[in-house]
């Protein structure tokens, strides 16, 4: 059937829908990857580290305890108190079990929040670079994406005033990602603050503060905008296991929120997909309970993997660098290149940028147009070192 046949049979909302650019990305190598040809993948935020024993070992006896029948649509309790506590010694948060909400993923526990609360014609302010997404979750919604800019110059941050010349009488929603994907960068505690101290003049904004990478960070001190005493009630905290514990694939993710909204994402997720998988919740237990240090090994080797890709690519003329304070991800400013063509390949902006990579040094990454930012793309050093050295000789020997 033809596509535009198809598309027919489809709504709009459906048609008019991006597809997600770093999965598109990871689609499109791997269809490379199964024509033989020999693709590094640099393209997805997916730690390499295999699980942690301890958590594995929680799972195992979770099954051997016959965990294997539907789970609470919020999760179950002795998981929820975990998270509760894991919010109370890492965060200064102190969220009952009533305001705590599970999830498929903390991208679930995002998209029921925007829907619960994002009308048609409502604006969600969003700091780019911001995860690619947010401004999809809200345009299903029939709201509006406004964006504000920054770039290389400003390590990919905005300040309270630049946020506020953007907010209207239809501001609903900030959405808020420190540490960053795709930049890396982390919003100090003064500057959220000052965000915050702005916010006071703005009541019926609400801010959700996306705090995944919490624990991939390197020397600044993780901060949590709910901790604001002002912000409290209108923040909604989102985490999840994926990210700092190598749990990508066991789609656990929480929110901590304000009683009344905690009880509307509960609604929404009974009619999707309700409980989470029940024995990687268990799983989640042990993993939020166990002692930060646990996993610390893997923070440091990403610190590593950081200097090293920095080094590498500082020696490829045209990739402008900072510096970044989290996460696992380089963000280089390619527009050095915009213009020009290389080896019979035109370049007119970051997207032909990375087919290029793709297509020629067989090196998968993500255009930074995804992200609010068309000048960058995005690298994931969430790879071995010999892969990430590999890739960038491929890169350099291209140019």
Known sequence: MKTSLMNKFLTD????????????????????????????????GEPDFNIPDFI?????????????????????????????????????????TNQI???????????????????????????????VSYSAMIKICGGVPVVVKSDIGSNFKVTASEIEYHITSKT????????????????NEIELREIGKMLENYPEIFILSDEIYEHINYGLEHFSFASIREMYNRTITVNGVAKAFAMTGWRIGYLGAPEWLAKACVKLQGQSTSGANCIAQKATIAALDAN??????????????????????????????????????????????????????????????????????HVATVTGEAFGAPNNIRISYAASRENIKEAIDRIKSVF
């Open 13 to 44: 909302k459906v048609n008019n829908l991006a597809a997600s650019a770093t999965l598109a990305m990871a689609a499109k190598a791997r269809e490379l990857k199964s024509k033989g040809i020999d693709i590094i993948g640099l393209s997805l």
């Open 56 to 96: 594995k070992q929680a799972a195992v006896k979770a099954i051997n305890d016959n965990y294997n029948s539907y789970t609470p649509v919020d999760g179950y309790l002795d998981l929820k108190e975990a998270i509760s506590r894991k919010f109370l010694r890492d965060n200064k948060l102190s969220y009952s």
């Open 101 to 131: 909400v599970v999830s498929t993923g903390a991208k679930q526990s995002i998209a029921n929040v925007v829907e619960a609360m994002i009308s048609p014609g409502d604006e969600v302010i969003l700091l780019a670079p911001f995860w």
């Open 172 to 187: 609903k929603m900030i959405i808020i990602n420190s540490p960053n994907n795709p930049s890396g960068s982390v919003y």
């Open 292 to 361: 930060i240090d646990r996993i610390k090994y893997m923070i440091d080797e990403f610190s590593q993997r950081k200097k090293m890709i920095i080094n590498l690519l500082s020696n490829i003329k045209g990739f402008k660098l900072n510096n970044p304070d989290g996460a696992f991800y380089i963000f280089p400013d390619i527009s050095y290149f915009f213009g020009k063509t290389i080896n019979g390949f035109e370049i007119k902006n970051s997207t032909d940028f990375s087919l290029f990579l793709l297509e020629k040094a």
